[in-house]
């Protein structure tokens, strides 16, 4: 067989290259539209799992520190010794009733303070020697404040280890992440003996760090708000970033923005607010477009390489025909037969016959 090509055959191949861009364009297209598609919902879906596994985690620590608070304070020690400091005021009542809050926070694992205060001057509190620098860190906090006009309970923000590093103003809770990297403060009302007391109890938060990390390991990042719009800990993700959009959007929803993809979780008691950043969005969406658009071109990409080679094979006898009877045009010998079996094979014998 000639080495030189057919010009048949790169006919053949100009016009499947042409049908094959338009098909490839085509395919590329719905490709793009499914991808789109599919991720937008596997985006949303992601979100929604994972910041209702985070929201539940709020609210579950929530809960648990509410209910311990409770069991604690109801501790009928600790209101036999409230009552005597009440009656005789003594030096050494305050010293029992202090020593019963070290008692009540040696039994739990998870608290790491209890103060009471019954906004008469007087304050009781765990701690074995007094440190006026702790007290006057807690009592600065806006949800101590909040305590004095209202009777209600709520959560601090969780500090951490690194923000109390850099932070001078919140050394004082230094104190309380020798131990742990982050704690929470929750502040409550209760009423012992028909008094009523301000009382600030410090958990350690590793446990809800820890879960609502896991939980939105797939994210970006992550914020955790209580139902009073307070944010309560973000991971990467600050509240004043958050986009305008969002403040006007009901707390259960997701929005996608120039920043990237936002889903809002609402639990009643704590909300939580994750995000996807458009570059993780256009890197996973890529990546999946590429493997999907790959998957569809490959067959034909195949059929591309190999239809020349079939096609030269099968169009080479034409060439090789044409040859001849050229050359027989200028004097050279008659057209020799080309044993194809098909109808290239009778035209060279009829060429052959008329040729001798």
């Not at 120039?258 to 909300?271: E, T």
Request: aromatic share 10%; charged share 20%; glycine share 6%.
């Amino acid at each position: 067989m000639s080495s030189e090509r057919s010009l048949l055959s790169r006919k053949l191949l100009g016009k499947f290259l042409i049908r094959y861009t338009c098909i490839a364009l085509i395919i590329s297209v719905l490709v793009l539209i499914v991808t789109a598609w599919l991720y937008s919902r596997y985006a949303g879906n992601t979100a929604r799992q994972h910041m209702a596994m985070a929201a539940d985690a709020l609210t579950d620590y929530q809960t648990d520190i509410q209910e311990d608070a409770l069991y604690l304070l109801s501790d009928s020690s600790l209101t036999q010794s409230i009552g005597d400091f009440c009656r005789t005021g003594t030096a050494g009542a305050l010293s029992a009733v202090n020593l019963r809050l070290r008692s009540i926070r040696t039994s739990d694992a998870d608290l790491l303070f209890v103060m009471m205060d019954d906004l008469e001057g007087n304050l009781f509190h765990s701690l074995a020697s007094g440190s006026g620098e702790i007290l006057s860190f807690l009592r600065k906090q806006e949800g101590y404040s909040r305590l004095k006009d209202r009777n209600t309970s709520e959560f601090s923000p969780v500090f951490s280890r690194t923000d109390s590093d850099s932070a001078p103003a919140e050394s004082a809770s230094r104190v309380f992440l020798q131990d742990t990297d982050h704690i929470c403060v929750y502040y409550t009302r209760h009423t012992i003996d028909g008094k009523s007391f301000l009382v600030t109890m410090v958990f350690d938060a590793d446990p809800l760090v820890e879960r609502t990390a896991s939980a939105c390991e797939p994210l970006d990042s992550y914020c955790l708000f209580s139902n009073r719009d307070v944010p309560l800990y973000s991971s990467g993700l600050l509240p004043e970033l958050l986009p305008q959009e969002l403040n006007g959007m009901a707390k259960t929803g997701g929005m996608l923005t120039r920043n990237g993809y936002y889903f809002l979780q609402n639990n009643y008691s704590a909300y939580a607010v994750g995000c996807i950043s458009m570059r993780s969005i256009l890197s996973r969406f890529l990546a999946t477009f590429l493997l999907f658009l790959l998957i569809c071109l490959v067959p034909v990409l195949l059929s591309a390489f190999s239809l020349y080679p079939a096609a030269e094979k099968l169009l080479h006898p034409i060439y090789d025909l044409n040859r001849q009877v050229q050359r027989f045009s200028i004097g050279k010998p008659p057209v020799e037969a080309i044993a194809t079996g098909d109808e290239i094979e009778g035209l060279s014998n009829s060429i052959r016959s008329m040729s001798e």
